[in-house]
């Protein structure tokens, strides 16, 4: 992973290193540095035993002395089994060279090194234990098993690598110019019992898992930063601690993934640990989620800008506080979030938001409630969860006036309450309510949905208009599972037979008077066996169905039938979905369409057919006890579903007649179609067929979504 803000270190690949670390090894001996003098690995009369250690072999270094000593690398790409380094006035030079161990590492006391920063690598294949000592100059650092560090100096190291399948522990340790520390593993930041963990001119970056554990503090100085990578989890366990910066741009923290604050135990709760974070750039494009005790931002930290939130998501749940000190909330914009769960659960400065952007959303939920007497602005989300309360109070919402409410999405599960007497006539915002016991009172009167606006019932809210009620074009209506709708007026989008303007989508019942509709002139959808679209009287709206005309779009999803029209033409669209939606169907549910009279697609018409399996039920079908009429221009659709995996041989009867056959669809379109297979239409007197084939000559003719002159034959 790259981090953008991180220097980038050389990639000392060292072949015949890594190479070797991957051998297996057999007769190990330990092999110790005789002696406290300086001197080069390649000289035997330096080992004890003489001869010095190979691949499979152990190097150690324990001898002490009155004064330091070095023994420096000059054998290109040297490997060992394990290393030991214990004395505190030794040093291991790796030189300008890579140096490999193929086991595990024992660093305690003494110095590792290098030339410098731009050279030298030391690769771990095991595990690493380091103690109170100090490495320093080197282009590469990798561990690739389990690295512990305590009381350790790391400085000058150009890039230093957690493996995807290694884990490294910092404790009490200090990292200076380090250009980048990459994690793709596990990295535990470990302060306990007051330890300091230094982060000076180093960049540490996380691609995977990262914690810090303790009460101590993380300092970070001279440009020092954490970068939470988009797939990294920071999370903060056994808190209290502090992260400081030193005041001086760009040290900082900036968060791309997750930084969690959570209970080590089994279930959220109050805690009365505070983590703090101070005079650092605290940058959350990500998520900071806190479930346990508190977590702070101090002002330092610019985690609002002029009292905004500008960036990321804010949750905190649990009884849980999140405070930005002494900083009020004014607003959320530029695509920020909040999400506040629970009775007892804090965030400090919140209380004073009036205003929610575009792009941006506030949530509340799980018996949090809040009340607010500023006048209130939502351009953007405003989610009321179950048992909660949204109040505004004294100057209400300022995107109702006159009855008219503009802009914004409102989903409400628990109570939305405005200031007494307001009601929503017009709807030019989005609003859902969701479940039996969502609450939103000034929306009772509502009588239209606005070209910009929707309105949409969920989960079995009941709702039932006071009088007409009118959806203008380009508005959208939704009535969700269980859901019902119920029209006391006239259904104004129905006249003289004719249902058209807005879109309409019903999963649950929509009921309205004297509904007998004759033409489709916009979009519905049905989806799913239970989907009602009934008159007064409970009788099926569509049962006399004639025409969907150009502009019009019938959807029949998830099992919906509509069976023995009279007749049917289609110059719109007409799509049967019987595997799409919530609901499958079962074998008892073909055709999903039948006509008593003809039924005929026309040039402008379009005929979409999902093909789920070659069970009944799961492929669109359809009967005309008369005639099918297909016109030379009209286009045929096949969707392959998703889930379904055609075989050559697989057959579908698309199209049956009483009658005849007269034509042929012009135009063809197969979606979802695997490699190698092609689809080839039969016209048969009185059916029309599609067959699974293999591609001709083996070359694949039909891309994804992409328009073709389908194979035909008569017979």
Request: a negative charge.
């Amino acid at each position: 992973m790259t981090w953008s803000r991180c220097r980038r270190g050389r990639r000392m690949l060292c072949g015949a290193v890594i190479g070797a670390l991957a051998g297996s090894v057999h007769g190990q001996t330990d092999f110790f540095w005789a002696s406290p003098v300086d001197d080069v690995w390649s000289n035997s009369g330096a080992w004890s035993p003489a001869g010095g250690p190979g691949p499979g072999d152990n190097a150690i270094f324990d001898v002490t002395g009155k004064t330091e000593y070095t023994c420096t690398l000059d054998i290109t790409a040297a490997t060992v089994l394990n290393f030991t380094l214990s004395a505190s006035v030794a040093t291991f030079n790796v030189n300008d060279l890579g140096f490999g161990i193929t086991a595990d590492l024992s660093l305690s006391n003494g110095t590792m090194r290098g030339n410098s920063s731009a050279s030298g690598a030391l690769f771990v294949a095991g595990n690493a234990t380091m103690t109170n000592a100090t490495v320093r100059d080197m282009n590469q650092l990798a561990v690739l098993g389990d690295a512990v560090a305590t009381g350790m100096t790391f400085q000058n190291i150009e890039q230093w690598d957690v493996g995807s399948n290694g884990s490294l522990t910092l404790s009490d340790s200090q990292l200076i110019g380090v250009g980048e520390l990459n994690n793709q593993g596990d990295l535990e930041l470990d302060t306990g019992g007051g330890a300091l963990t230094a982060i000076d001119d180093t960049c540490v970056g996380n691609g995977k898992n990262m914690s810090w554990n303790g009460a101590g503090e993380i300092a970070l100085s001279n440009g020092g930063m954490i970068m939470n990578g988009s797939g990294g989890n920071f999370a903060v366990r056994d808190g209290g601690g502090t992260m400081t910066g030193d005041g001086k741009s760009p040290a900082g923290f900036t968060n791309d993934g997750t930084v969690s604050q959570e209970p080590t135990g089994r279930y959220p709760g109050r805690g009365s640990l505070t983590t703090t974070f101070a005079d650092l750039d605290f940058v959350n494009n990500g998520e900071v989620r806190v479930a346990f005790g508190e977590m702070l931002f101090t002002a330092s930290t610019g985690v609002t800008d002029d009292n905004i939130i500008t960036r990321g998501m804010w949750h905190v749940r649990g009884g849980s506080t999140l405070s930005f000190e002494n900083q009020q909330v004014d607003a959320i914009r530029n695509g920020a979030q909040v999400e506040i769960f629970g009775e007892f659960s804090t965030f400090n400065g919140i209380e004073f938001l009036d205003e929610v952007g575009q792009g941006s959303a506030f949530t509340i939920g799980a018996g949090y409630d809040f009340v607010t007497n500023e006048a209130f602005t939502n351009d953007g989300l405003l989610r009321v969860g179950f048992d909660s309360l949204f109040a505004i109070q004294e100057f209400g919402l300022t995107n109702l006036q006159n009855g008219v409410l503009i802009g914004g999405a409102y989903e409400v599960e628990g109570q939305l309450q405005l200031l007494a007497g307001d009601q929503v006539q017009f709807l030019e915002a989005d609003v859902s309510l969701i479940g039996a016991d969502s609450v939103f009172a000034a929306i009772d009167q509502l009588e239209t949905v606005g070209s910009q606006g929707s309105f949409a019932l969920e989960d079995g809210r009941f709702f039932q208009t006071m009088d007409d009620f009118n959806v203008v074009d380009g508005g959208r209506v939704r009535v969700g599972q269980n859901a019902f709708l119920q029209v006391n007026g006239q259904l104004v989008n129905f006249q003289n037979g004719i249902f058209e303007d807005a879109f309409f989508e019903i999963e649950g019942t929509l009921q309205a008077p004297n509904l007998v509709i004759n033409e489709i002139s916009n979009e519905l959808i049905l989806d799913g066996v239970s989907s009602m679209f009934i008159d007064g009287q409970g009788n099926d709206a569509l049962a006399a169905l004639q025409r969907i005309q150009q502009d019009g779009i019938l959807r029949l999803r998830g099992g919906r039938t509509l069976l023995n029209l009279s007749s049917l033409i289609v110059d719109g669209i007409l799509e049967i979905d019987p595997v799409g939606g919530r609901f499958r169907s079962g074998g008892d549910q073909v055709p999903q369409m039948s006509t008593a009279g003809d039924f005929e697609v026309s040039n402008t018409g379009e005929l979409i057919m999902v093909l789920g399996g070659t069970e009944p039920g799961t492929f669109a079908s359809i009967r005309a006890e008369g005639d099918a009429l297909l016109a030379g221009e009209s286009m045929l659709r096949l969707v392959i579903d998703g889930t379904f995996d055609p075989k050559v041989g697989d057959e579908f009867l698309l199209i049956s007649t009483g009658g005849n056959v007269f034509g042929e669809f012009g135009q063809f379109q197969i979606d979802g179609l695997g490699t190698g297979l092609d689809v080839e239409l039969t016209y048969l007197s009185n059916a029309v067929l599609a067959t699974v084939t293999p591609t001709p000559g083996g070359v694949g003719v039909l891309a994804l979504g992409g328009l073709v002159a389908a194979r035909r034959r008569r017979r």
